[in-house]
């Protein structure tokens, strides 16, 4: 029996992934997500006790033998459920590294893995200390959050200064007050995510993509990734590298995804997430292109240890290359139609697209990468040719042909 921990957004397929096995789960919530919990009826819920003793006596009367975090939420409550069942799992030591990026760096410092400049700021003279060792430009953003939420690339001390006091106590994406700020050394180069899975500290690559991020008004907006075909020298020592910072953060259990600039120096971590990679990733474009997915192969690690330890001494080959783009709607407004959808599914290597907005849904410009307004797939043998994809589509965007958006109409009051 296995526990899920808060299964949101790519949470929901490695459930799926785990009863296509028949592999018997439970879905444990923090109470903040009740009302999720309460529709959830693809499997037994429970709903964690403010108390962890009593939580880990449920877990433990239903006979739970792996506590897995299925998504950002839930990272910390599963290494410390785990902790109190005696299950396997992530180091201890390196818990707090594990979602607390100041400390993440320190971690990779400590085991003399080479990293970006940082320093952790909790007040504007910290931040100004910070620039002087630094220099700019900096990346400003919360030390404990999800994806790109609150991130500023900052060029200048007055932006800086700024963008500090803008996220400085505010409430993050992951429901934390952002008490202290991390500032780190701005990376030039290429950026990569590598995704992994790990049974008992032997890791298995299951994605090497190159992501493709552009700057909008200092905001790293991720418009898509595409994945590499094959590795060769520089992506071997990215993966390498990668590898020896799941080892310095005591990644020894499940899912990881880590964000990895390639820089005129080696490699160089931006961060290292210890879950499945998010936001809302269809397994379906997945198999397609590797043969497999991230949340299959962790569930097949944690149902049977002995084909996934095999997988370790398989070459990086996947048969296709598969392009994944963070669609985004650059106004706000009510949904009137997506005009340019047929368009982008007639652009070769069109797989399938998930999570578009409905048709008179409210619609709000966004730059962060959660799915909101749609994940579009494509799947081909040649990598030219999803990557003109891509382009082709990004330009769709661009030129607001993709959706057609009109105004939100006025309430009685506004008129008035």
């Known amino acids: 029996m296995i526990a899920l921990v808060d299964p949101l957004s790519s949470g ?54 792996h506590v897995v975090p299925a998504s950002e939420f839930g990272v910390s409550l599963a290494h410390d459920l785990a902790a109190a069942l005696g299950l396997a799992r992530n180091e201890d030591d390196t818990a707090a590294a594990r979602r607390d990026k100041a400390l993440m760096g320190e971690a990779l410092r400590q085991a003399g893995v080479p990293c970006a400049g940082q320093a952790a700021v909790a007040t504007v003279e910290d931040l100004t200390g910070a620039l002087q060792h630094l ?3 900096v990346v400003v953003k919360p030390s404990q959050s999800s994806g790109s939420d609150g991130c500023r690339v900052c ?14 106590h505010q409430m993050n994406l992951v429901g934390l007050p952002n008490d202290t700020a991390l500032v780190q050394q701005y990376l030039q180069g290429e950026q990569y995510v590598v995704t992994t899975v790990t049974l008992d500290g032997q890791h ?20 898509y990734n595409v994945s590499c075909p094959s590795l060769g020298a520089a992506e071997r020592e990215l993966v390498s590298y990668t590898l020896d910072c799941l080892d310095a953060l005591g990644i020894r259990q499940g899912a990881a995804n880590a964000d990895v ?57 996947p048969p296709q290359v ?17 005009p340019g959808l047929s368009s982008v599914r007639r652009l070769p290597g069109f797989h399938s697209v ?7 849904q409210p619609i709000h410009k966004n730059t962060l ?11 081909h043998p040649e990598e030219a040719v999803v990557l003109q994809s891509l382009e082709a589509l990004s330009r769709l965007e661009d030129e607001a042909a993709l959706f057609r958006v009109e105004a939100a109409p006025t309430t009685g009051s506004e008129r008035r």
């Open 261 to 317: 600039r390639l820089t005129p120096d080696g490699p160089r971590l931006i961060e290292v997430n210890a879950r499945i990679l998010g936001p809302v990733l269809h397994p379906d474009p997945y198999f397609a292109a590797f043969g497999t997915s991230q949340q299959h192969l962790l569930a097949e690690s944690l149902g049977d240890p002995t084909s996934f330890k095999a997988r370790s001494s398989d070459a990086y080959a």
């Open 369 to 379: 990468t959660k799915g909101k307004t749609g994940i579009v797939y494509f799947v």
């Open 354 to 360: 998930q999570g578009l907005p409905h048709v008179g």
């Open 12 to 65: 929901v397929f490695l459930s799926s992934a785990l009863r296509e096995r028949g592999q018997d789960c439970v879905h444990l919530y923090e109470k903040r997500f009740s009302k999720t919990a309460r529709r959830d009826t693809s499997a037994p819920v429970l709903i964690a006790s403010e108390n962890m003793a009593d939580t880990a006596a449920a877990l433990r009367h239903r006979g739970i033998q």
């Open 204 to 223: 298995v690559v299951c994605e090497v993509t190159r992501s493709v991020i552009a700057e909008l008004d200092g905001l790293p907006v991720r418009r």
């Open 322 to 338: 598969m392009g994944k783009a963070f669609v985004r709607c650059w106004e706000s407004g009510v949904l009137a139609a997506v």
């Open 155 to 168: 060029w200048t001390e007055a932006e800086a200064v700024a963008h500090f006091l803008d996220i400085h």
């Open 135 to 137: 220099g700019l430009p």
